[in-house]
């Protein structure tokens, strides 16, 4: 718990009303609670702000009258991302609970507050450790290693030998260490290559919802510390993706490819296989990336080019378009 | 249960045979069983329909002289299309059975006929309305609301606070409210944003499976009333769908975007955040749409251009494809 | 169980070391225990290997002097997968057993060596043939027929009637079965199309994870023999994939479509409805094919054009790129 008055320090912010009472959470209105601290960016959240229950709203400085204890800032989103990050470090450590319904392998260890609901299934020799939460209907394969802090959203399937460091959250439907795709054609007919390595997850990693990460072939996939990876994304076996990376939704990372670090990666974006991409790279929404790519570059496009070149070609593609009958008429009269 | 007759009316269709049996199901030729009625659509399917249990068939006009009760249409698939929709409502509801091995929180209200199928986990405080069907293994989060007439697949993770209305389906695999992909950085590192809104599915909507539903940050995620959504669908945080909007399958619509009623979007398309998409809009499959839409435009291409500009311009690319070498020749001759 | 000598026979390799011992598995050196074999592709992994648990390792022609037994090869990751596929048909068949948590419907037949995991729910007269393993938390439909030698992995579901034949893998969270996207608009309601029809999964087919593959509408959705699909693909209701086809990852193949066999489908590709698709045709990551396609063709692009064509488009926009300024003057100077 903190109070109103420490909040404020944390986030710049003043104080209106008294800022002596302690804050347990933080929600929107509509499921506030006393304890809560809940926040106002218009008229009509203002108003819904003052009938919930939450004990403090945070508001704009300029809201000078409102008949609420608030906190007043410049900047509600990070002032209430500063909040919720500090908070999250001070609440009380949840309760460990291990549902009776749940299955745990032989030489299953746990650590302190550990919570596995209901239905889910750890296999044999895994390692849970303090403060996890394994999620309902959950499938966690053997021998899986998972550090302190990890959140497994419900129906996550982990398979075997996955191994997932601290501070992990991984959202609903993902499906981690799953076989690559691999099979190499031979006599009419297609082989299975079997994919051996498995999946490794740095520290402070967000994964989000039906997610797919192939485990490797022969070495490991890696998701570097502090990436943070969008829905539906796709990474494919023996990717190596750095540190600080955002891979925003439904983008493809093809075999065997490298992302370096603070790589910004748009939604809808295909990386071939075998390519390394470089650090603090920017690449646009739908590009189509297949070779490989400096550092520092933007990119943007399918193909892809520098954003500038991309931006550039589709102006004159419009020109082109404006001036057709020129053109039309230009190539009717060169010779052949 | 419905005669032959009453069907034929309702399909403007004509009967031969005994009009007065009374159906109570639609199937397929494979599954068919005594008092369903069920289609033929070509010289194989009217021998399967012939051999099977099926105590009706409904086969275009021409085919006057066929050996089972046949109701005789225009437009097979039409015609099967309201008839479904007329059985569904006119079916008796399910009984209501909670199955023993589901897990039901605290304070959790059902309406009259709720199926809870195995292993699911409902949450505390959740209210189920009439003749809710939630399926085996789902996770309910907590305080989630559901109206009447819902069914649920098997395999679907709902998040805390969830907002379904009435006459709502939602297939296997979908998350619905889990984060949206938010983060701030500063100093180095990468603070979560708190995604502290939750997730409003409105009456008579439609969710494929493998979908998508991001909770809102501030303020809620919103899916209009009778929108449908295909499979493997992102709709990220903040998102509005007005009404009637069909969303094809693998199509991305990036946070805070808003798209007015009756838009069409085509398949892998992808609509950037913080946009307008207008009502009556169509958008072509693999689009990328950058800026906003006004009402009422026909889109398609990346970047995108009005359909009409995109199918322009690739013919004019071809153009130039064929004229390749004048091309060269050209710009080797203009001087710098 | 095997000899490493029999082993190195199938792979065209050479023994050093004792090769009558018997090898019972094969796994990467991180797991490996007594009895399994590994392999050993650069400096690191052979002191890996050499510290592990392995019986044998799997190292290249030229490792000639290596602290324990070894079957030397030309291409370790053929070898690897000629005798992954080998040992696959020697191993012992699983024991059957059916977890007590799982719930089995009415008249299930179950063939010899069926695995049931925990929490798995099984429908009515569903059947199962031989050595099959259900995962846990999978939903089986009713009256679904599944072969010999099926892996369905945890977390699937599978809706009623689905037909899957012998020798089939299914990765997690993939949904077979699930209604296809299909409505008609009528008197200003939208009106949701029956979808009749089933889904046949043919022999020696994989899924990846995260996958969907509708039901047929009023006939039924069919995957050929042989054929691969990546995670998170979309098959629309009443697709027809031929024989031996690969689908990479994220690839979208809308309603009624037909693709040959031994055709190549790259990551992210989206292909139309109501097309079709020859065989041995190979189409590029994200391209669009909007139009039906020969045998034997290769395109690439959106829109697609034969690759080569594309190729020399992409050129040619470059060439336009550098040559800016003097097009610009020369459509100036043209007179309208």
New interface residues.
């Given amino acids: 718990m903190i109070t109103i008055n420490e909040m404020a320090k944390l986030v710049n912010g003043t104080v209106t009303g008294d800022g002596t009472v302690r804050i347990k959470g933080?929600?929107?209105s509509?499921?506030a609670v006393e304890g809560d601290i809940t926040?106002a960016?218009n008229e009509e959240?203002l108003r819904k702000a003052e009938k919930s229950k939450a004990s403090c709203v945070m508001v704009l400085r300029e809201e000078a009258n409102y008949p609420k204890t608030t906190v007043r800032v410049e900047d509600?989103?990070?002032a209430?991302?500063?909040l919720?990050?500090a908070m999250a470090e001070l609440l009380p450590t949840q309760e460990g609970k291990v549902h009776p319904?749940s299955?745990l392998g032989k030489n299953v260890k746990t650590g302190k507050n550990v919570v596995i609901?209901?239905?889910a299934?750890i296999g044999e020799n895994v390692h849970l450790g303090e403060n996890v939460r394994i999620?309902?209907?959950c499938?966690i394969g053997n021998?899986v290693r998972i550090g302190n802090n990890v959140q497994v959203?419900?129906?996550v399937?982990i398979?075997d030998?996955v191994v997932i460091h601290n501070n992990v959250t991984i959202?609903?439907?993902?499906?981690i260490g799953?076989?690559g795709?691999g099979?190499?054609p031979?006599n009419g007919?297609?082989?299975?290559?079997?994919q051996?390595?498995?999946v490794i997850i740095e520290d402070?990693v967000?994964v989000?919802?039906?997610v797919?990460i192939?485990r490797g072939?022969?070495?490991n996939t890696i998701i570097g510390k502090?990436t943070?990876i969008?829905?539906?994304v796709?990474v494919?076996h023996n990717v190596e993706l750095g540190e600080?990376i955002?891979v925003?939704?439904?983008t493809?990372i093809?075999g065997s490819t490298k992302v370096g670090e603070n790589t910004l990666i748009g939604?809808?974006v295909?990386i071939?296989d075998n390519i390394s991409v470089g650090k603090n790279v920017k690449i646009g929404?739908?590009t189509?990336v297949?070779g490989s790519l400096r550092d520092d570059v933007t990119v943007w496009g399918?193909?892809y080019?520098k954003a500038a070149?991309t931006k550039?070609?589709?102006a004159?593609?419009s020109?082109?378009?404006k001036?057709?009958k020129?053109?039309?008429?230009?190539?009717r009269e060169?010779p052949?």
């Avoid at 959202?171 to 499906?175: C, F, I, K």
């Avoid at 020129?326 to 190539?331: D, E, G, N, T």
């Fill in positions: 933080i929600s929107s509509d499921y926040f960016v959240s509600i989103k990070l209430m991302t500063i919720y990050n319904t299955i609901e209901p239905f299934v999620g309902a209907a499938n021998t959203y419900p129906n399937t398979y030998n959202h609903s439907g993902t499906v799953a076989d795709f099979y190499v031979m007919k297609t082989y299975k290559v079997p051996l390595g498995t402070n967000e989000g919802a039906n797919c192939d072939t022969f070495k502090g943070k969008d829905n539906l796709q494919a600080n955002m925003a939704a439904q493809g093809a939604g809808q295909g071939s929404a739908k189509g297949h399918y193909p080019r070149e550039k070609l589709h004159l593609l020109l082109f378009l001036n057709m020129k053109i039309r008429k230009l190539l060169i052949d």
